[in-house]
């Protein structure tokens, strides 16, 4: 990631800090595609005590485009003690879909989600998650995130 720190420490426990992106976000949003540019603005999006903070959920499904019109998924449940409801994120004219797993496993094995960071690129916008065990980067033209009761719908 660019601006949001979201890393293990050496002593087994885990940092994140959106703070830097946060200073740069207001001249980084005017060039986010409409649902990118709603998604990394939401108000909850980086406090960590809201229940639509990103932090602390965990990767359920993806869902894979079949044809060039169809959409990359990812579907994320909730955490229990912090989230009332699972995020879909749907992500349109996905280029690059890029799992870096520390353990090889690769999705299976990514464990919570840490904090993400969503930039402006020349076709749209990049969006990295940084997960407990790894990263998900993914290349679009745009992604819309909703909020529901049941991720797996």
């Known amino acids: 990631m660019k601006y949001v720190e979201a890393y293990r420490t050496g002593d087994g426990s885990y940092w994140s800090n959106p703070q830097v992106y946060l200073e740069r976000l207001p001249e980084l ?3 986010l595609p409409e649902g990118a540019r709603a998604f ?12 639509r903070c990103v932090k602390d959920l965990k990767l359920a499904r993806v869902d894979l ?3 060039d019109d169809a959409p990359l998924r990812l579907r994320f449940a909730p955490n229990p003690f912090k989230h009332d409801a699972g995020l879909t994120l749907t992500y349109t004219g ?9 353990d090889g496993d690769g ?3 990514l464990g919570d989600v840490m904090l993400d960071e969503v930039l402006p690129a020349a076709e749209g916008c990049t969006h990295e998650i940084a997960f407990r065990w790894g ?3 993914i290349a679009c ?3 819309h995130a909703e909020w529901q ?5």
């Open 29 to 31: 949003v005017p060039d």
């Open 40 to 51: 990394a603005s939401e108000a909850g999006h980086y406090n960590y005590y809201s229940r």
């Open 65 to 67: 485009p079949l044809g």
């Open 94 to 102: 996905a280029e690059a879909f890029t799992v870096d797993s520390d």
């Open 107 to 109: 999705l299976v094995g």
């Open 135 to 137: 990263r998900v980067t």
């Open 141 to 143: 033209t745009d992604l």
């Open 149 to 153: 009761e049941d991720p797996q719908a």
